[in-house]
């Protein structure tokens, strides 16, 4: 019977048992490679989102590298050389210079490096306790617990981001420091209203309903049965969100609440660039197309890992 | 034979709104409405019942998903009246749970082991356990192996298998089964069945076997209830069940069973059309619940609600048919 049953069974899932030879965490290790291969087989089917990955990569790669990959890094400070100013594209000069004569491919490299430092610093502020009101409000729907929080994420919700970042940055000091605690401030809802949805469904599924009745404590049921089913579109938001919030940052550069010169912010540089053009194009346009690759990267790797995690779910 | 779980006019209700605008009156769902019966040590109890008459709501109750609006349920003398959370460690160990849907009632983000050692950690904190998980991988007949693959990558059948092994894990005396197969395919169902079966006879185990799948209970169970919107309809043992089908309800359903020869068909008790459906437990008719399908309506059905009587040997029945005895009380089954 033993004999039979163990067949029958090992037959459906496609795998002969072979377990008994070799230890566990070579199991656990070979499974582990087995599901790691199969997501990255499937990710790297969709040009797009390879496409995505490697530009954040390149990203990343060129804003911690900033001293070293630029042509010019003294540029990225109060450095002035007259002589070479407005000069437009050219072989020296990749990106052309602005007013002062600064290379502007080195300002746009250097500028990354605050985009993403706001884009990273947001989401860390923003994610742990957004996350952590959702799966609270949704696990305990229907109670007081629930009432609260949501109505008090509602408020948030009622305010443009862009709006209070003005007027805290303009009550505090404008720098960017102060900009991303106002972004974060009022981006955390997002996470809750996202973790809400999902907690509430998931609470009833029966593998939840099942640790319940085995007796397992909230903290168990909140944090390893139901957060582990929300990770996926925690992840592609947070990927897509990223874009959002380098471009608010930019935006708040712009109007001069942002980055603060000498330091080279995109925003800024657009801001100071614009009325340049279309004489000299050269000044706002390519920190303007440095925001919309950062930005473009972040949304086709968001939108990828989406693809991904869904498709792993059917 | 020593009663190991025993229902005492269970009911309950679920408000699911509000009716009139100043005075507001709760809508009720009678989900389970005053059932009593007792499960004895070692025996298999079918429950059986078309969606929506209430056998879930029982199976939630006694598992504490729900707390009871009135009546009792005793677990070997202690009472189970409390939701989980108020629930001693010991009552959680001894009774578990299967579900019917095994897709959902495994998390799909933790693998095979980590589902098992879940119950093994909570009751028998401060050890090693993944030789216990290797065991009870061994009991229901899956590779080892299997410890570390996750749920997509198990079929339905063994889904449900990993699910039985969890509810063997903490050595419970008492396992519910709502509808265990049901979800799965027929040729599957039977060696889950087989293994139910033979893990009652090793592990000492009592089960309450929901289903609504009558022709399943003739070969499974030793004793067999029928529920309609929620009450109990009729109560026998399982090979009295179906050679003496008593409540008209009960011929209704054995008689719509299809069968495939005409022995089989000769087996089945006079013919009784099956009519109607099961009417919404919002608005349960008066009377016997059952009059409105019932070929058999006399004047008095929708006017009183039968009590259960006791026709002999274990045999009880709900219905006008089968009148009050003089001498007899009404029974608690």
């Known amino acids: 019977m033993t004999k039979v049953m163990g067949d029958w069974v090992s037959e459906l899932g496609g795998r002969a048992e072979s377990a008994t030879s070799i230890s566990w965490r070579e199991l656990q290790r070979r499974s582990r490679r087995e599901n790691i291969g199969r997501a990255w087989y499937k990710f790297s089917r969709n040009p797009l989102s390879v496409a995505g990955l490697a530009i954040v990569l390149t990203i990343v790669f060129l804003a911690i590298f900033a001293p070293y990959v630029t042509p010019y890094p003294h540029h990225a400070g109060p450095f002035t050389d007259f002589e070479n100013a407005k000069l437009p594209p050219n072989l020296k000069y990749l990106f052309g210079t602005d007013t002062i004569g600064r290379d502007i491919l080195t300002r746009v490299i250097f500028g990354f490096q605050d985009a993403l430092l706001m884009g990273i610093v947001v989401l860390a502020l923003v994610v742990p306790p957004g996350v952590l009101l959702g799966l609270v409000a949704g696990y305990y729907q229907g109670t007081w617990i629930d009432t609260i929080i949501m109505r008090i994420t509602d408020i948030f919700l009622a305010v443009p981001p862009l709006i209070l970042a003005l007027a805290i940055a303009s009550v505090l000091k404008p720098n960017l420091m102060n900009s991303m605690m106002a972004v974060s401030l009022m981006w955390w809802p997002w996470y809750a209203r996202l973790v809400y949805g999902l907690t509430s469904q998931l609470r009833n599924e029966y593998f939840v309903k099942s640790a319940e009745t085995i007796g397992a404590s909230k903290a168990h049921i909140l944090f390893r049965e139901i957060l582990p089913n929300c990770v996926s579109p925690i992840f592609t938001k947070m990927s897509l969100d990223m874009g959002w919030v380098i471009l608010i940052g930019s935006s708040l550069s712009f109007v001069g609440l942002g980055v603060q010169p000498p330091k080279p912010g995109l925003g800024t540089m657009v801001a100071d660039g614009a009325r340049y053009l279309p004489d000299q194009w050269w000044i706002p346009v390519f920190p303007a197309l440095g925001i919309v690759v950062i930005v473009l990267g972040f949304n086709l790797l968001g939108d990828g890992l989406r693809d991904l995690l869904a498709a792993e779910e059917a | ?333």
Do not use: W
């Open chain 2, 1 to 333: 034979m020593t009663p190991i779980l025993e229902y005492k006019n269970l009911k309950k209700y679920f408000t699911v709104g509000h009716r009139g605008l100043l005075r507001r009156e709760p809508i009720t769902v009678k989900a389970v409405d005053g059932v009593s019966f007792v499960i004895n040590k070692g025996e298999v109890f079918g429950l059986v019942g078309e969606s929506g008459s209430g056998k879930s709501t029982v199976a939630y109750t006694t598992i504490g998903m729900y707390r009871p609006t009135s009546g009792a349920i005793e677990f070997q003398g202690e009472s189970l009246f409390t939701k989980e959370g108020k629930r001693p460690r010991h009552i959680k160990k001894e009774i578990q749970i299967v579900f019917q849907d095994p897709g959902s009632s495994l998390n799909p983000r933790r693998s095979v082991k980590e589902i098992l050692e879940l119950p093994l950690s909570i009751h028998q904190p401060a050890k090693k356990h993944i030789g216990r998980v290797a065991e009870l991988l061994e009991m229901v007949e899956l590779p080892v192996d299997y410890m570390y693959k996750y749920p997509h990558a198990l079929s339905g059948g063994e889904k449900q298998i990993v699910a039985i092994a969890r509810a063997l894990a903490t050595e419970p005396s008492f396992i519910i089964l709502d509808e265990p197969t049901s979800a799965l395919d027929v040729s599957i169902q039977g060696k889950i069945i087989n293994l139910l079966l033979r893990l009652r006879q090793e592990f000492h185990l009592s089960y309450l076997f929901i289903t609504h799948d009558l022709s399943l209970m003739r070969n499974v169970a030793s004793r067999v209830a029928i529920m309609y919107l929620g009450k109990i309809c009729e109560v026998a043992e399982a090979s009295e069940f179906f050679r003496n089908p008593k409540h008209p309800y009960t011929q209704m359903l054995l008689s719509s069973i299809p069968v495939v020869s005409e022995e089989e068909e000769k087996l089945k008790p006079k013919r009784v059309q099956s009519r109607g459906e099961i009417p919404s437990p919002v608005n349960i008719p008066s009377g016997c619940s059952f009059h409105l399908r019932c070929p058999y309506k006399m004047d008095i059905c929708p006017r009183v609600d039968p009590e259960m009587v006791d026709t002999g040997e274990g045999h009880y029945v709900r219905c006008h048919l089968y009148p009050v005895q003089e001498n007899s009380r009404p029974v608690a089954v």
